[in-house]
């Protein structure tokens, strides 16, 4: 079992950045897979980026040279950095996490891209 607890969200113009943070109540270094799912208004929630098998990387088409995922075991935390930020990027992004077959979230954080 596992807590996920993210942080980061917030308003920002379009072409800015942000940093998302997941911190995991328990050590990431064996989690089969972590990362990020966003959940727009009307939408379905989607994968944006991960880890599986411990190290390997998965983005969406939408955000791939503009995201990058990374993660600090010893802190048990996992990263989305978002450059170049676009309106349909705004969403509630979802820190996810698969432990033994069961699915995990966190509580999510928004993110709005305005001017």
């Known amino acids: 079992q596992v807590q ?3 942080s980061g969200g917030g308003l920002v113009q379009p072409g800015g950045s942000l940093r998302l943070s997941c911190t995991a109540s328990r050590s990431i270094f064996t989690i089969y897979a972590m990362g990020w799912y966003r959940q727009a208004p009307g ?4 994968l944006v980026a991960s880890f599986t098998s411990g190290s390997i990387t998965n983005y969406a088409d939408s955000v791939k040279g503009r995201f990058t ?3 600090d075991n010893a802190k048990n935390t996992v990263y989305l950095q978002m450059n170049s930020l676009k309106p ?4 509630v992004y979802y820190c996810h996490a698969t432990i033994q077959g069961i699915n995990y979230w966190g509580q999510g954080t928004q993110v709005t891209v305005s001017s």
Do not use: F, M, Y
């Open 4 to 6: 996920l607890v993210e």
């Open 43 to 46: 939408k379905q929630r989607e």
């Open 69 to 71: 995922i990374s993660r």
């Open 88 to 91: 349909e990027d705004t969403a």
